[in-house]
């Protein structure tokens, strides 16, 4: 069996190769899988296409998801985020994501999710990585409802230490169960970046990707992505044209190394991002380093 192509499928498996493509979206999301299964419950799906004002597929499967990217020549990473005890909603599952990107593994990276407060997540972590070829994983400490902080998870990141794989972590406002009385129970301050300090201290060996424009903290992820060097910032969910001014100088000039090109498909589009990020006047030299090299490099491709 492929390391790559866990499901043992005929289809050839070409490899991932940089060069050949135009940028690595960095945050992607599988909403369906292929039961017909959804990530969210209907009430939060609903408020969230709203919020975002998604025209398009709001539920994209890992197969249409690999066809968007390939037409594009971009890779994706996409994943799930399992918050089965924080939303009472059973969550897609991060082995079968894999095995479906196993079959387009020149367009797909695979990140897993795990439940952190399930007793068994970081022996999932583990054999995500190990038995399934998952490459990083997604944490939404607002769906999940936890304090990324808290010392009953360190066991969770010392795992990801050692196996080498990066985790990136929603952070800021969500626009999951915006509009709804209490946001449905989400809370919004489990996503203060500056939780995550504590993390990126103690596990200098573990890459943070802060997820998103951090407001109302973007102030607090730059300091953070500026003063440690296993912190770094995606610049998904938003599009371009609205980031905060200081996101904008911070990405151009000092952590032109340290952002990272995501979209947050399919609430945002990779095609109304890039087409907005080019109004952004950024130097031509800085370009390709968001778009994809900082990315690769990460991940190392």
């Known amino acids: ?162 196996l080498g794989v990066p985790a990136l972590f929603h952070t800021g406002q969500t626009g999951i169960g915006a509009g709804l009385p209490g946001g449905r129970g989400i809370k919004l301050r489990y996503s203060d970046p500056m939780l995550l300090d504590d993390v990126a201290a103690d596990f200098p060996g573990l890459t943070i990707v802060l997820a998103h424009p951090s407001v109302p903290w973007q102030d607090e992820a730059i300091s953070m992505a500026t003063h440690k060097a296993n912190v770094y910032i995606d610049l998904s969910g938003w599009s371009p044209k609205y980031f905060p001014p200081q996101l904008v100088r911070a990405a151009g000039s000092f952590l032109r190394h340290k952002v990272l090109f995501g979209s947050d498909f399919p609430v945002v589009t990779p095609d109304r991002w890039l087409a907005d990020f080019d109004g952004l006047g950024l130097k031509p030299e800085v370009r390709p380093l968001i778009l994809k090299e900082n990315a690769a490099r990460l991940l190392g491709l």
Do not use: C, W
């Open 1 to 162: 069996m492929h390391p790559l192509n866990p499901t043992n499928s005929t289809r050839p498996v070409s490899p991932l190769v940089p060069a050949e493509l135009t940028a690595i979206d960095f945050h992607v999301h599988v909403e369906q899988d292929a039961h017909g299964r959804l990530a969210l419950d209907s009430e939060l799906m609903d408020a969230s296409a709203a919020y975002f004002r998604s025209g398009q597929d709001r539920t994209p499967t890992v197969e249409s998801l690999a066809a968007h990217y390939r037409e594009r020549r971009m890779a994706a990473v996409i994943f799930t985020v399992d918050a089965t005890t924080g939303l009472g909603h059973p969550g897609l599952s991060s082995e079968e994501i894999a095995a479906a990107a196993a079959e387009h593994p020149d367009v797909l990276i695979p990140f897993g999710s795990v439940d952190p407060h399930r007793p068994d997540a970081v022996e999932r972590a583990r054999a995500l990585v190990l038995d399934h070829g998952v490459r990083g994983f997604k944490f939404h400490p607002s769906l999940q409802a936890f304090a990324p902080n808290a010392p009953e998870h360190y066991p969770l990141y010392e795992a990801l230490q050692e």
